[in-house]
């Protein structure tokens, strides 16, 4: 089924129990990516909480510079905009926020427990079920923001999956087996997102750490971290208090990365 544009909006408005986010809701047929098309608000000095959600995107984009695919009637793909009063450092935390707001939306709709990984992938049963693009702006010349960006694999089949997705990627149709109201899940995750980032705000990054924390599966296991060219490999112990990820290297010391593509190593 697809969105009822303007209804959808309205009626998604009228119910959002949100303090910052949801200002303005935009429902659109098809963009090329919702990320961008909030740039370009916030260009024009749009105010905190307008959220874009579009059916299908035609240049959807994902981390590390790879496309996020956007097939119509199925996923949710969804931006908004925070302005906080930040530093590029503390990005990493509002990413992982993020992070936790999903989580918990996804473990609301799903049959079937999903948890992070870090940075911010959500997975259920090792298999990718909603991605976060968070990008920072903070240029001289424009208004400062952090663009938030969701994509949630939401009623997708598995043989709608192009097959370089099909081993690595599933949806919550495919766990629960039936379909979800998107709408349902926009909400709940607009409103998990409101109320993370105000406790954020208000306690700072400690409480976001604990609850990452809570909702991953990544302590204990032994890890490789690919960080520009090269790999690293160790044990996955905590996040620090900058949210970057802590390993036990085989040499006994410990390393904190900011960034970095994490696999688990079967051995
Ligand atoms: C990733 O895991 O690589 C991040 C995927 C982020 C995809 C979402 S869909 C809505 C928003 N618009 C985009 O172009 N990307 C994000």
């Known amino acids: 089924m697809t969105y009822e544009y303007e209804s959808d909006s309205i009626n998604l408005k009228k119910h959002l129990r949100c ?25 024009n000095n749009v105010s905190e909480g307008l959220v874009v959600v ?3 995107q035609t240049a959807g984009r994902g981390r590390r510079g790879r496309s996020w695919h956007s097939p119509p009637e199925t996923g949710i793909y969804l931006s908004t905009l925070l302005k ?11 990413t992982l926020l993020v992070g936790v707001a999903a989580v918990l939306t996804i473990n609301k709709f799903s049959n079937q427990n999903a948890y992070l990984k870090w940075p911010n992938d959500i997975l259920i049963d090792s298999k990718k079920v909603c991605g976060l693009l968070c990008e920072m702006v903070k240029k001289q010349d424009a208004p ?7 994509g949630i694999n939401v009623n997708q089949m598995p043989e709608q999956f192009p097959d370089h997705l099909k081993s ?10 039936f379909p979800i109201d998107r709408i349902a899940v926009i909400q709940s995750f607009l409103e998990n997102l409101d109320h993370e980032y105000q406790t954020y705000l208000n306690e700072g990054e400690s409480s976001v750490i604990k609850k990452w924390s809570l909702n991953t599966k990544l302590f204990g296991k032994n890890v490789s971290i690919k960080h520009g060219s090269n790999v ?12 970057r990820l802590v390993l036990l290297l085989d040499n006994g010391y410990e390393e904190a990365f900011d960034s970095g593509e994490v696999s688990i190593r079967e051995d």
């Open 19 to 43: 303090e910052r986010i949801g200002s303005s809701i935009i429902f659109l047929p098809e963009i090329d990516s919702t990320n961008d098309l909030i740039k370009k608000y916030l260009m």
């Open 54 to 56: 579009a059916e299908t």
């Open 168 to 177: 690595i990627a599933t949806s919550i149709r495919i766990v629960n087996g």
């Open 84 to 94: 906080p009063n930040l530093e590029l450092s503390q990005l990493a935390i509002i």
């Open 144 to 150: 400062d923001g952090v663009i938030i960006g969701i």
């Open 232 to 243: 690293t490999t160790g044990s996955a112990m905590r996040l620090d208090e900058l949210g």
